[in-house]
């Protein structure tokens, strides 16, 4: 045996030894590397998830900010009563009552006529016929209620003092849509108003 061979001989396991360290350590290299990938991948697919949940979350957040605006601001709108069921009667009652307690004029007398809907009106002051029964369109529209009303004997600072309260007290919303002072006497003016009150009905409220 050449000295060669007897070397080789001599050294054969502990180079197969040193060959299976260098295969093992490269795959430990390699493995860690291939791992660290797929780690840096799993991350980003993570942040990316978050991302979308964080903006979901932010944009359910302000959808609920708006529900309880628009909750807050309905309750508001209901409790001075442009909302709901309108409370024709004590529209009367709460006025009737008030020119007793602040002693305006000699005596009243109301006509509270049928509600109507802001539709019809804007199709008969355009011009038009208005379309379908305007029974039903009352129950699914927006209505308004005329409030007839005279008083006899009374002042014009009266008068205004009557409304100006009035509006601070009754459950809805109006505005004096007319009124003609006349008939002047020693107990003072005739006074002939309308008020005209807004309401929202209650199969068209919002459910």
Not at 36 to 55: C, F, M, P, Q, Y
Not at 112 to 139: I, N
Not at 155 to 170: I, P, Q, S, T
Not at 190 to 206: D, G, K, V
Request: glycine residues 8%; contains cysteine; neutral net charge.
């Amino acid at each position: 045996m050449t000295p060669e061979r007897e070397i080789f001989s001599r050294s054969r396991k502990r180079l197969n030894i040193l060959g299976w360290c260098i295969f093992l350590a490269l795959t430990l290299v390699f493995g860690s590397i291939y791992f660290r990938e797929s780690l840096r991948k799993n991350l980003e697919t993570d942040k990316g998830i978050i991302g979308v949940r964080t903006a979901t979350r932010s944009v359910k957040q302000a959808d609920l900010a708006d529900m309880r605006a628009f909750v807050e601001k309905y309750r508001i709108l209901e409790g001075q009563g442009l909302v709901g069921r309108a409370e024709r009667e004590l529209w009367v009652e709460q006025l009737v009552a008030l020119r007793g307690q602040l002693g305006v004029g000699e005596a009243i007398t109301y006509i509270l006529k049928p509600p109507r809907s802001l539709a019809e009106l804007a199709q008969s002051e355009a011009g038009q016929v208005p379309t379908g029964d305007a029974d039903a369109l009352a129950e699914t529209a927006e209505l308004f209620h005329d409030l007839e009303f005279d008083i006899r004997g009374t002042h014009e600072r009266e008068l205004l003092d009557l409304l100006n309260e009035y509006a601070a007290r009754v459950k809805g919303r109006f505005r004096l849509q007319s009124c003609q002072l006349g008939n002047t006497s020693s107990n003072g003016l005739r006074a002939q108003c309308t008020l005209r009150f807004f309401s929202l009905s209650e199969s068209a409220r919002p459910q």
